[in-house]
C-alpha cells in the first residue's frame, strides 16, 4: 500500500519537497481550529469544574502535590493535567481569577491538541510518506471527537498528546533506531503518560512489545522457509524470547513510568497525610464495576459499536472498512511490519478498554485517533486504485453521508443538539440560532456530495475539502450553545454554577457559609467553582456538604460558626482537611443552604414542621437553570433572616 510504484508517489515526492512549509501551515490550521470556542464562560461538562476548582485550590492554598476540590482529597485522577494548568491558574491569580478565566485553564488541552497534529503528522511521514503523515494530522484535527475534546479541561488531551509521542518513540526504536535520544523519548513520555492516566499509559507499550513479538514469529518462520500462519505469528515462545531480548529498553520504559508515579503518591502523603493511592484503586473499581451492566447489551447489539465508530471518529469513520480490507490484503501479501506495530497498539488499547470501560465513553478512544488516521489516510492516499478501492471509498462516503443526515435528522426531530457527545442541548426555546446550523450542515454535505463524484481518483482533495467544510460548520454550532452573561439572560436559561454565585451575591454580604448535600455539589459540580466569586481577600472559599439530619443543618443556617464541629462530627480527621481550617478559623456573617429538588422534598417537610415564628424567618428563592449537563434544572436557596421578626 504504501510501495513508492504506487498512487501516492507525486504527492508524497511534493509534500516532501515542500515538508517544513505544509508541517507550518497544518500546524497553524491546527492552533486556530483548537483555539475556537475556548472563550465560552462555561463548562461543556461535569467533569470540567472538577479539575477547574482543583487547579484553582492548587494555586490559592499551595496543594501542588495533592489536588483538592472544595478542601476534599480529589483521588481520581494523577497530577498532570493539574501540573499541565498551573502555570495558566497562577497567571489568572494575578486578577483573583476574575473575568474569563476559563480560556486560560484551556490552553493546556489546546496545546496539546496541537502537539497530537504534530505527532500524528511525523509518526504517519515516518510510516507511509509525507502526504499520509499531512492528511493524517488534518483528519485528526476536523474530527469532532477530536475538537470537541481539545477544549475541555480534562485529562483526556493531556494523556492522548503523551501517548501519542510515546507510540512515535517506540516506532522508532522499532524500525531500528537504537540511539540514547529514542530510549530518552521513550522514558519520558511513558512517564508523562503514567502521571496522567496511571498504568493505562503502559498499554501502547504492551502493543510495542506484541508487535516485536510477532514480527520475530514470521522472520523465524520466513528463515525456515515455511509460510507463517496468523496461530504461528502468535506463538507464545517467539513472543517470550523477543520480550527478552528487548528487556533493558522495555526495563528502562517500564521503570521509567513507575518511579515518578510513586515519588508523587509520597510526596502527596507527606504533604497532605491522605493516601491518594486508594483513591485511584476506588474509582477504577467503580468505574468497571458501573459498567458491567452494560456489556451484554452492548454485546448483543451491533448498532452501538457503528454509533460509536461514527462518533469517535466522525466524519472519517466510514472509511475504517477500506482500510481494514487493505491492510488485511497488505499483510496476506506481503508482510508488512509497519502496519502490525500499528495495529498491535490499536487492538491492545481498543480491547482493554471496551473489556474493562465496555464502551463506557466515547471518549476514552481519544488515544486511537491518530493511529486511526494514519491507517485512514493510507489507505485512501496510497492504495492501489482498483475496483475493491473504488468500492469501499463509495461505501465510506455512503457511510459518512448517511450517518451525518442520520445524526442532524435525530437532533432536530428530538428538539436538541449534542454538546460533549453524551449529552443534548434543548434548543426548542432558540431555535434562531439551530436554524442556521442545521441549514450549514447540510450546505455542507450537498456540496461534499457533489464534488466527492469520482474522488476516489484525488482522495486529498476529498481531504482537505471534507476537512475544511468541517471546520467552517463549527461556528455556527458554537453560536447555538448556550451561553451566560448576567441572571437576566434567558438563552434559554442562565447557566446554573455562575447563576446560583451571582445570586447569592446579590442576597448576603460579607463571608458566607454556603451548605448542600453532598449530592448537590456531585451532580453539580460547577456551582463550586463559581463560588470563588464570593472569595474575600483572595482567600479560597469552601463549601460544607453534610449528610446531617435537616435540623442539624438548618441549625448551621442559623448559627454558621457551628459549620466546623458539623464537619468534624462526619470526618474523624478533619483536621487534616484545607476545608475545616477554613470554617473553623472563618467568622460568617451568613449563610446559605443550596437544595436539588431531590433534596428540597426531604427539607420542606422540616420547614413545615417549624412553629410559624421560625417558619417565617426563612427565606426560600427558586432559581431556574442550566446544569453541565445541559438539561433544565431548579435550586432552591434557603437562608435565614431574622429581620423578618422586627
Avoid at 69 to 79: A, H, L, N, V, Y
Avoid at 411 to 423: C, E, I, T
Avoid at 439 to 444: P, T
Avoid at 558 to 564: N, V
Amino acid at each position: 500500500m504504501n510501495n513508492q510504484s504506487e498512487p501516492g508517489l507525486n504527492l508524497n515526492s511534493f509534500c516532501q519537497k515542500h515538508w517544513p512549509l505544509l508541517l507550518g501551515l497544518l500546524l497553524i490550521f491546527s492552533a486556530a481550529v483548537s483555539f475556537y470556542g475556548t472563550g465560552l464562560n462555561y463548562f461543556y461538562d461535569i467533569d470540567e469544574p472538577k479539575y477547574a476548582r482543583a487547579v484553582y485550590e492548587m494555586v490559592t492554598q499551595g496543594n501542588f502535590f495533592a489536588p483538592m476540590f472544595d478542601g476534599i482529597p480529589r483521588m481520581e485522577k494523577p497530577p498532570l493535567a493539574y501540573w499541565a494548568m498551573y502555570p495558566f491558574a497562577w497567571i489568572a491569580s494575578f486578577s483573583d481569577f476574575s473575568g474569563n478565566a476559563l480560556f486560560l485553564l484551556r490552553m493546556p488541552t489546546v496545546i496539546c491538541s496541537v502537539f497530537m497534529v504534530l505527532g500524528t503528522a511525523l509518526m504517519g511521514r515516518k510510516l507511509f510518506g509525507a502526504a499520509t503523515g499531512l492528511l493524517a494530522g488534518m483528519m485528526l484535527q476536523s474530527s469532532v471527537l477530536f475538537k470537541f475534546m481539545s477544549v475541555m479541561i480534562k485529562v483526556d488531551v493531556v494523556f492522548a498528546c503523551c501517548v501519542t509521542w510515546a507510540c512515535f518513540f517506540y516506532l522508532l526504536r522499532y524500525l531500528g533506531d537504537r540511539s540514547e535520544g529514542v530510549a530518552a523519548g521513550g522514558a519520558i513520555l511513558t512517564a508523562l503518560g503514567v502521571l496522567a492516566k496511571g498504568p493505562f499509559a503502559f498499554l501502547p507499550l504492551a502493543g510495542y512489545v506484541l508487535a516485536v513479538g510477532i514480527r520475530y514469529n514470521v522472520n523465524r518462520k520466513h528463515e525456515l522457509g515455511e509460510s507463517a500462519s496468523f496461530l504461528s505469528s502468535l506463538s507464545p515462545g517467539g513472543l517470550i524470547i523477543a520480550k527478552w531480548n528487548d528487556r533493558k529498553i522495555l526495563f528502562l520504559w517500564f521503570l521509567a513510568g513507575c518511579i515518578p508515579f510513586f515519588l508523587w503518591l509520597y510526596a502527596a502523603w507527606i504533604n497532605s497525610g491522605f493516601d491518594y493511592s486508594q483513591g485511584l484503586v476506588g474509582q477504577f473499581f467503580h468505574n468497571t464495576s458501573t459498567t458491567g451492566t452494560k456489556a451484554l447489551d452492548k454485546l448483543t447489539r451491533l448498532d452501538p459499536y457503528f454509533d460509536t465508530l461514527t462518533v469517535i471518529f466522525f466524519p472519517w469513520g466510514g472509511y475504517v472498512f477500506g482500510t481494514v480490507f487493505g491492510i488485511w490484503r497488505a499483510v496476506k501479501e506481503k508482510f508488512d511490519e509497519k502496519y502490525i506495530f500499528m495495529v498491535c497498539i490499536f487492538i491492545v488499547y481498543l480491547l482493554i478498554f471496551t473489556l474493562l470501560f465496555k464502551l463506557k465513553s466515547n471518549r476514552y478512544m481519544l488515544p486511537v485517533l491518530p493511529i486511526l488516521a494514519i491507517l485512514v489516510c493510507d489507505w485512501l492516499v496510497n492504495a492501489k486504485r482498483d475496483k475493491a478501492y473504488r468500492t469501499f471509498f463509495e461505501m465510506g462516503f455512503i457511510w459518512l453521508c448517511s450517518m451525518a443526515a442520520l445524526l442532524g435528522y435525530r437532533s432536530f426531530k428530538s428538539g436538541n443538539v449534542s454538546v460533549n457527545l453524551a449529552d443534548g442541548v434543548a434548543v426548542g426555546q432558540y431555535m434562531e440560532f439551530m436554524i442556521p446550523f442545521f441549514i450549514a450542515l447540510a450546505c455542507f454535505f450537498v456540496i461534499l456530495l457533489v464534488v466527492s463524484i469520482k474522488q476516489y481518483e484525488r482522495p486529498a482533495l476529498h481531504i482537505i475539502g471534507a476537512s475544511l467544510g468541517m471546520v467552517a460548520v463549527m461556528p455556527f454550532y458554537y453560536n447555538a450553545l448556550p451561553s451566560y452573561a448576567s441572571l437576566t439572560e434567558n438563552r434559554p436559561l442562565p447557566v446554573m454554577g455562575q447563576a446560583v454565585a451571582d445570586k447569592i451575591n446579590e442576597m448576603v454580604d460579607g463571608e458566607t457559609l454556603v451548605l448542600h448535600r453532598p449530592f448537590f455539589i456531585k451532580t453539580f459540580p460547577d456551582v463550586v467553582y463559581y463560588l470563588k466569586k464570593l472569595d474575600n481577600g483572595g482567600r479560597c472559599m469552601y463549601s460544607l456538604g453534610s449528610s446531617a439530619r435537616p435540623a442539624e443543618v438548618v441549625q448551621a443556617l442559623a448559627t454558621p460558626y457551628i459549620a466546623a464541629d458539623l464537619f468534624k462530627k462526619e470526618y474523624s480527621d478533619a483536621e487534616k482537611y484545607p476545608s475545616y481550617s477554613y470554617f473553623k478559623n472563618t467568622k460568617f456573617k451568613s449563610a446559605v443552604l443550596l437544595l436539588a429538588s431531590h433534596d428540597f422534598n426531604e427539607f420542606n417537610k422540616f420547614f413545615e414542621s417549624l412553629p410559624p415564628m421560625i417558619r417565617k424567618m426563612i427565606e426560600i428563592e427558586e432559581l431556574d437553570v442550566l446544569t453541565v449537563k445541559w438539561v433544565e434544572h431548579r435550586v432552591r436557596i434557603v437562608r435565614f433572616n431574622p429581620r423578618k421578626m422586627k
